[in-house]
């Protein structure tokens, strides 16, 4: 299951060095970005997610690739049951990525189906300054 994801998240397990934080807001920021974008997720609305996401994740991944992958790791899981957050950590760099300003946000989450899942969700300010996810991974 946790393969499906991996094409198209940025290889963000494994990135818990610690940054130093210039502004709380930029992790809260990204953190309200990664929740609304997850119900479009948790509520089964793919193509809505696909359009909302970050201009780099929209060039790696189709539509309708988005689709088919999201469709088949999500859907037998069932409905989220709770999702807390564990962490949101600033980067201005991640392994193949460009540099910019990213946020690394992990919930500890549950679903019908997986009482225990981490995901991560990366929202990363595109070029005009709007914060939009550009990763998703889920273990």
Known sequence: MKHAFAALALAVLGLTTPLAMSSESREADAESVARAWLALIDAGNYDQSWSTAA????????????????????????????????????KNTLPGAPDGEY??????????????????????????GTWRVAGYFIK
Do not use: C, Y
């Open 103 to 128: 946020v690394i946000v992990r919930f500890a989450s549950s679903f019908e189906n997986m009482a225990n899942a981490v995901e991560t969700v990366v929202p990363m300010k595109d070029p005009d």
């Open 55 to 90: 201009q780099m994740f929209r060039q790696k991944v189709t539509q309708s690739q988005w689709h088919s992958m999201a469709s088949s790791v999500r859907g037998p899981l069932g409905k989220l049951t709770s999702r807390t957050l564990q962490s949101a950590t600033f």
